[in-house]
């Protein structure tokens, strides 16, 4: 019998996910397996059939949300009447919750019965606890990232299993790839600095002026060092414009016309290769942890944005590993503090002081172990989780 899921992702981040545990259940599943919804290219070449293209769905903050809210109610509509018409095994959503529930509540209205199962618990800890009550009528089981979530979760009355974080078995450049990246960027032997202001359009016209006011005062005590950009496909055009004017020769790593292969080699290089890195807030913090990477976090969102979110926050950090260690060793800048002067002296600060740098790389190494190094494929485990609450025992 096939087993026939639909899936639904909005992000590169929720494609890798959705790429990772489709291949999980193919590998844990005896039988033929189907699967349909909203998915990169990742997730296509694991065998999904994609209803529209992913990036229609790539949003982010209050004010973008309701920009695109006429689009983007449509698309709820139109993937919720796919699932009903093709009435799979189970209905799995991965992340965009702000898209991806609208959708489980509209088909959970109409089939009680189809199982749904949602990959990536909210921040209910962070701000809105009560989005998990207004969750858990039309989820049934979540798939949690982080090993305090699950209690959350199951307190609103759904079931939910901690599966790791995908980061912790994420592939990493070699000694030599590290060594062939230094030689040609950094040839001297100067610093080099990563600087990732994110993968949203709005986030890269919002962060790279500050981080480029940043990094001139930076390379004002550091002129040998060197500037790194990994760019999103999708703001490639945007972040080769805005950096025009950053100091140090900044390089962009840009994935337009290069294999995708390639360029992920690259980009895996750069992280191994950096000496800090200064980054948007996000689990981009997670990847950095796991190179051993000290970074600085910075992130500020529209006036509205800030606003609304800053009123509900619960937590005085936001940054996962500072979570998950449960410490404040990772400095963040958000909001009305996301300015050049700190940032700079922050990421200053990791560049001269050892201690600093030690102090980080402690708490990333934790946090790793917390995330599942060392144990079972995360991927594996969410395959398992959702074969397991399709057909339990």
Known sequence: MTLRLFLVAGEPSGDRLGAALMAGIKALTLGPVEFHGIGGPMMQAEGLTTLFPMQELSVMGLTEILANYRRLSRRVADTAEAVLAMAPDALITI????????VAARVKARAPGLRTIHYVAPTVWAWRPGRALKMAKSIDHVLALLPFEPPYMEAAGMSCDFVGHPVVTEPQATEAEVAAFRATHAPDGGPLILALPGS???EIERLMPVFGAALHQVMSHHPDARIILPAAPAVAAQVAARVADWPGRAVVLDPRGVPPEEFAAQKRAAFGAANVALAASGTVSLELAATDTPMVIAYTMSWL??????????VD???????????????EFLGENCRPAPI???????MDDERARLDQLDA???AMR??????EAPWLRAARSVLGHIAPD
Do not use: C, Q, Y
């Open 364 to 366: 990333m190494a934790l």
């Open 95 to 102: 992340d965009i919750p702000e898209f991806s529930l609208r």
């Open 344 to 350: 700079a002296a922050a990421l200053s600060r990791l």
């Open 200 to 202: 949203r359009r709005a």
């Open 305 to 314: 944005s800030r606003k609304l979110i800053g009123a509900l926050l619960r």
């Open 370 to 375: 917390r995330l599942g190094r060392g144990g």
């Open 317 to 331: 950090t936001v940054t996962l590993v500072n979570l998950v260690t449960d410490s404040r060793t990772i400095p």
